[in-house]
């Protein structure tokens, strides 16, 4: 059964960091393309960016409004994605999901994790 | 890249059919057939129900198609469910992104 567990949600001053994690089961991680998607209160779903596999070069892309800001990386040996959040903004306040990639078909998803950015 | 359109509600009768369109440009859904829709019930995450305009994955009801013509995707849901009633958000690619529509609320009557 494919799983993905988001962590590391929390509250955050404006203009910090945080790194919020994915743990992947279930399917071949490695092999995987990712990407994070997130959620603000009441609002649709907003792609942040994506990873590819290293095998395809383990390439980044990301959503303007988080370009420079934001860094997804990943850990094929623990199974885990990451998404590294800098100079946050209150308008980042959202639930972050973590969820399987190819072009716009994301299978599988994580349950999300909450990350408020709030003084 | 600009979010792509769709109708903030629509809604149906038990057994009826409904449509949402989701419509973008030339450079997401109108040049690629990489068009998702995901239906999302309140405090969930969303699940993929159609993906490459028209293929549904495994276990997703047959109830539920997608179309495109142009810059336009579609979603026909058949014979409406109360389980349908939820948010639907259409999806594309766009040249190395990803652009999301701002969502549909369904209800069902």
């Known amino acids: 059964e494919v799983q993905l567990v988001e962590s590391g949600g929390g509250l955050v001053k404006p203009g910090g960091s945080l790194r919020v994690s994915c743990a992947a089961s279930?399917?071949?991680?490695?092999?995987?393309?990712m990407s994070w998607v997130r959620q603000a209160p009441g609002e649709g779903l907003e792609w942040v960016g994506r990873?590819?596999?290293?095998?395809?070069?383990?390439?980044?892309d990301y959503a303007a409004p988080v370009k420079g800001r934001f860094t997804i990386s990943r850990d094929d040996s623990k199974n885990t994605l990451y998404l590294q959040m800098d100079s946050l903004k209150t308008e980042d306040t959202a639930v972050y999901y973590c969820?399987?990639?190819?072009?716009?078909?994301?299978?599988?998803w994580g349950q999300g994790t909450l990350v408020t950015v709030s003084s | 890249q600009s979010a792509l359109t769709q109708p903030p509600s629509a809604s149906g009768s038990p057994g009826q059919s409904v449509t949402i369109s989701c419509t973008g440009t030339?450079?997401?859904?109108?040049?690629?057939?990489?068009v998702s829709w995901y239906q999302q019930h309140p405090g969930k995450a969303p699940k993929l129900m159609i993906y490459?305009?028209?293929k549904r994955p495994s276990g997703v009801p047959d109830r539920f198609s997608g179309s495109k013509s142009g810059n336009t995707a579609s979603l026909t849901v058949s014979g409406l469910q109360a389980e349908d009633e939820a948010d639907y958000y259409c999806?594309?690619?766009?040249?190395?992104?990803?652009?999301f529509g701002g969502g549909t609320k369904l209800t069902v009557l």
């Open positions: 969820a399987t990639y190819y072009y716009s078909r994301s299978e599988f």
């Open positions: 279930g399917f071949t991680f490695s092999s995987a393309w």
């Open positions: 990873i590819l596999s290293k095998t395809n070069g383990g390439t980044t």
């Open positions: 030339s450079s997401d859904v109108g040049g690629y057939n990489y």
């Open positions: 490459d305009v028209n």
């Open positions: 999806s594309s690619y766009a040249n190395r992104n990803v652009v």
